[in-house]
């Protein structure tokens, strides 16, 4: 594939920032620095390549730990000054082995929430795998399937009494317990959370995409 460099703007010493994201779960992973070689060799192994200030030579990230980055997407900045790379990846991206670098809070406002339904599908995910005496997703995987059905189907019916009272407080609860148990369900059947964008993404985006060709 051919890369038109000249598109972006490097600094004085050849370097652009590049910020690296989980595809999925939108959190910021890291924040490095590229030159153009370490751009095409990013481009052309589809692993993230880095330029290191301190050795001054590139590195493939995961290259020793095994953590790495698979490329989705690479878009740059108006400023064209800054890369944003979206990435699948295959361990953590801290060395300290936090799943972010950025996992040292300054100062908090309120709690983000962004990933949270993958946190709670990787949760179920472990119960399933190391089941918990006392909890209550270790108990609907022992029950097993037709449990979870009749579950969603008992939360679905929630839903809809919450929506004729007109409570958004009630229907937003409801709501909760149907993802829940949706997730439940979807790891049961071996559904993933990016399966479910994909399918959106082709039904109404894509879709939308083309109406307006």
Known sequence: MEVNMKQLTFDEHGLIPAIVQDAETGNVLTLAYMNEASILKTIQTNETWFFSRKRQELWNKGETSGNKQQVKKITFDCDTDALLIQVKPLGPACHTGADTCFHQVLHEQEAVTTDVIHTIARKIKARRQQPVEGSYTTYLFHEG???????????????????????????????????????????????????????????HIQKEGHANE
């Open 145 to 203: 399937i037709d449990k979870v059905l009749k579950k969603i189907g008992e939360e679905a019916s929630e839903v809809i009494i919450g929506a004729k009272n007109t409570s958004k407080k009630e229907v937003t609860w409801e709501i909760s317990d149907l993802i829940y148990h949706n997730l439940v369900l979807m790891e049961l059947l071996d559904v993933r959370i990016e399966d479910l964008k994909k399918e959106l993404h082709s039904r």
